[in-house]
């Protein structure tokens, strides 16, 4: 059985049982079910469930449960610790089963959604979405001390402070105020700033913004003036202050929102000293890779031949889609020649015995690939077209776009979508030139600040309403990874590093990337 089908039929099992399996604990059953190759029936799962219904009450079960209760089951609870295996270093997250956190700001606290999700949401969930991302900026706006209210010295607070008001607060307040909204544009060439108070007209013209791309739906602060014909006029804006990753974690140090699992300090600190040790580990990362190219085929057999020989072969290699040269929409016709495609690649990897024995492959799709739609999170590839090639690599991976990775403690994202065009196109004013020129840099800093991948207008790129929170990067992860079809390029900000691999088939760029030590290096053939 392949990797990708015994951890679906484990989900299942505990799912039907009424547990939420996190990763870290999947990948401990699936170390424990590596030990019983001959049980094709999974009696051994079902046994571990069975002790599991007896001691455990939550219906969230984590790693420690899990291998307290497998080293119960081994006879081995006085057995001394084993070093740690691939499968607890390297967690593949797909994005439909990335946990979801709504904020309560009566109790200033995040609680965990435990129902399922539906695709097709109600209407609610369309508004829900707007509310959600206004609220988790909105918390991590009320810890920046630039923004914050003084605790004691009102009369700091009425003129000296940027203190946020509300948008409705602006009818009987006159001077200038700090306001932080949703852009939107409610009527045709008129733009607004709502927050959950009220809307306001405003009017940009004049504003002074920092680096970023200002869209619709993105959220910013505005400092202005109510004129008299009912317009805020804005003179300065910006993006909400990024927060330091340790202080985000710190203040919510109990809400596993990366989906990795939650840790103890003790096994934070352990993975820590494991993850630099991994001096050695390589991840290959490669952007439009067109299977029905044979140019492109070549190129990619060079990728995997010089790999083939290194001291070290990459423990993962990264292949993003599109897969395809040209869209796989209702009039592609062409899927059966598609499907023989992905088997002869399963079979070029095939012949590199290193790779395909060491090295794990994870595909990922991009925007024009097979799938029910365009929206996003976008499921991974039909079992149909990549049925043959997981047959013959055991380790190949197929996952969501976006997706997440967890190496030890390092948290990677991996996003395909031609972002950085869409946004420079929806943009509503002009980017500011004064800190960089550099569009990558925008996209860059558009991104983190708005804790959130895809800051589009919903009309420009349509998500499922109810998973809008697996686009979140909340907190900032270590890495992120956008494939782009412009220019290979990286950018290192605010403790995150972020690069795009480049466009593969029409570039010959791919990246090499060390979580180790964060080092990027750009390659191309």
Same mark, same amino acid.
């Given at each position: 059985?392949?990797?990708?089908?015994?951890?679906?039929?484990?989900?299942?099992?505990?799912?039907?049982?009424?547990?939420?399996?996190?990763?870290?604990?999947?990948?401990?059953?699936?170390?424990?079910?590596?030990?019983?190759?001959?049980?094709?029936?999974?009696?051994?799962?079902?046994?571990?469930?069975?002790?599991?219904?007896?001691?455990?009450?939550?219906?969230?079960?984590?790693?420690?449960?899990?291998?307290?209760?497998?080293?119960?089951?081994?006879?081995?609870?006085?057995?001394?610790?084993?070093?740690?295996?691939?499968?607890?270093?390297?967690?593949?997250?797909?994005?439909? +089963?990335?946990?979801?956190?709504?904020?309560?700001?009566?109790?200033?606290?995040?609680?965990?959604?435990?129902?399922?999700?539906?695709?097709? *949401?109600?209407?609610?969930?369309?508004?829900?979405?707007?509310?959600?991302?206004?609220?988790?900026?909105?918390?991590?706006?009320?810890?920046?001390?630039?923004?914050?209210?003084?605790?004691?010295?009102?009369?700091?607070?009425?003129?000296?402070?940027?203190?946020?008001?509300?948008?409705?607060?602006?009818? $009987?307040?006159?001077?200038?105020?700090?306001?932080?909204?949703?852009?939107?544009?409610?009527?045709? *060439?008129?733009?607004?700033?709502?927050?959950?108070?009220?809307?306001?007209?405003?009017?940009? $013209?004049?504003?002074?913004?920092?680096?970023?791309?200002?869209?619709?739906?993105?959220?910013?602060?505005?400092?202005?003036?109510?004129?008299?014909?009912?317009?805020?006029?804005?003179?300065?804006?910006?993006?909400?202050?990024?927060?330091?990753?340790?202080?985000?974690?710190?203040?919510?140090?109990?809400?596993?929102?990366?989906?990795?699992?939650?840790?103890?300090?003790?096994?934070?600190?352990?993975?820590a000293d494991l993850e630099r040790q991994a001096v050695n580990?390589?991840?290959?990362? +490669?952007?439009?890779?067109? +299977?029905?190219?044979?140019?492109?085929?070549?190129?990619?057999?060079?990728?995997?031949?010089?790999?083939?020989?290194?001291?070290?072969?990459?423990?993962?290699?990264?292949?993003?889609?599109?897969?395809?040269?040209?869209?796989?929409?209702?009039?592609?016709?062409?899927?059966?020649?598609?499907?023989?495609?992905?088997?002869?690649?399963?079979?070029?990897?095939?012949?590199?015995?290193?790779?395909?024995?060491?090295?794990?492959?994870?595909?990922?799709? *991009?925007?024009?690939?097979?799938?029910?739609?365009?929206?996003?999170?976008?499921?991974?590839?039909?079992?149909?077209?990549?049925?043959?090639?997981?047959?013959?690599?055991?380790?190949?991976?197929?996952?969501?776009?976006?997706?997440?990775?967890?190496?030890?403690?390092?948290?990677?994202?991996?996003?395909?979508?031609d972002l950085l065009y869409r946004m420079r196109r929806s943009?509503?004013?002009?980017?500011?030139?004064?800190?960089?020129?550099?569009?990558?840099?925008?996209?860059?800093?558009?991104?983190?600040?708005?804790?959130?991948?895809?800051?589009?207008?919903?009309?420009?790129?349509?998500?499922?309403?109810?998973?809008?929170?697996?686009?979140?990067?909340?907190?900032?992860?270590?890495?992120?990874? +956008?494939?782009?079809?412009?220019?290979?390029?990286?950018?290192?900000?605010?403790?995150?590093?972020?690069?795009?691999?480049?466009?593969?088939?029409?570039?010959?760029?791919?990246?090499?990337?060390?979580?180790?030590?964060?080092?990027?290096?750009?390659?191309?053939?």
């Amino acid at each position: 059985m392949s990797s990708t089908s015994q951890r679906k039929k484990i989900q299942k099992k505990f799912k039907n049982r009424g547990y939420n399996l996190k990763f870290d604990a999947l990948d401990e059953i699936l170390v424990f079910a590596d030990q019983f190759p001959d049980d094709a029936d999974g009696e051994a799962i079902d046994l571990l469930l069975d002790n599991l219904q007896e001691s455990h009450e939550s219906s969230t079960v984590d790693a420690e449960s899990v291998r307290e209760l497998i080293n119960r089951l081994l006879g081995a609870h006085n057995a001394p610790e084993e070093p740690t295996t691939s499968a607890s270093s390297l967690a593949v997250i797909d994005a439909f +089963l990335v946990p979801k956190f709504g904020y309560d700001a009566v109790k200033k606290k995040f609680n965990e959604h435990t129902k399922s999700l539906p695709i097709h *949401g109600e209407a609610y969930a369309k508004t829900a979405l707007y509310r959600e991302r206004f609220m988790l900026l909105s918390q991590r706006v009320s810890r920046a001390e630039h923004f914050s209210r003084p605790a004691f010295d009102a009369e700091m607070s009425q003129f000296e402070s940027n203190e946020i008001s509300s948008i409705q607060s602006l009818i $009987s307040q006159r001077g200038r105020k700090w306001v932080m909204g949703v852009i939107s544009q409610l009527e045709d *060439g008129h733009f607004y700033l709502e927050d959950l108070s009220a809307s306001v007209e405003i009017d940009l $013209s004049k504003a002074k913004i920092t680096t970023g791309f200002f869209t619709e739906n993105t959220i910013i602060l505005a400092e202005g003036e109510m004129q008299v014909n009912g317009i805020f006029q804005v003179i300065t804006c910006g993006f909400p202050p990024l927060e330091d990753r340790d202080k985000t974690l710190k203040t919510h140090s109990e809400c596993d929102f990366f989906g990795g699992g939650t840790q103890t300090k003790e096994e934070t600190i352990r993975l820590a000293d494991l993850e630099r040790q991994a001096v050695n580990d390589t991840f290959v990362i +490669l952007s439009d890779i067109w +299977l029905d190219n044979e140019e492109v085929i070549g190129k990619l057999e060079t990728v995997l031949d010089g790999f083939e020989n290194v001291e070290t072969v990459p423990s993962l290699f990264v292949f993003m889609g599109n897969f395809c040269s040209r869209p796989c929409n209702l009039a592609f016709g062409s899927y059966s020649s598609l499907r023989e495609q992905f088997g002869k690649l399963g079979r070029m990897i095939g012949n590199h015995p290193r790779l395909k024995e060491s090295s794990r492959f994870l595909f990922i799709p *991009g925007p024009d690939d097979a799938g029910p739609s365009t929206v996003l999170p976008r499921c991974a590839l039909p079992n149909y077209l990549t049925e043959e090639l997981q047959n013959i690599i055991p380790n190949a991976i197929f996952s969501s776009n976006p997706c997440r990775v967890k190496f030890y403690n390092q948290e990677i994202v991996f996003f395909r979508q031609d972002l950085l065009y869409r946004m420079r196109r929806s943009c509503l004013v002009t980017p500011s030139s004064e800190e960089t020129k550099d569009p990558f840099k925008h996209l860059v800093y558009t991104i983190t600040h708005q804790s959130h991948l895809c800051p589009l207008p919903l009309m420009v790129q349509p998500i499922i309403w109810n998973y809008d929170h697996s686009l979140r990067l909340y907190p900032t992860p270590h890495t992120i990874v +956008l494939g782009d079809k412009s220019e290979q390029e990286v950018c290192k900000f605010g403790g995150t590093t972020c690069f795009n691999p480049g466009c593969f088939s029409t570039d010959s760029t791919f990246v090499a990337y060390r979580p180790s030590t964060q080092e990027v290096e750009l390659s191309a053939l």
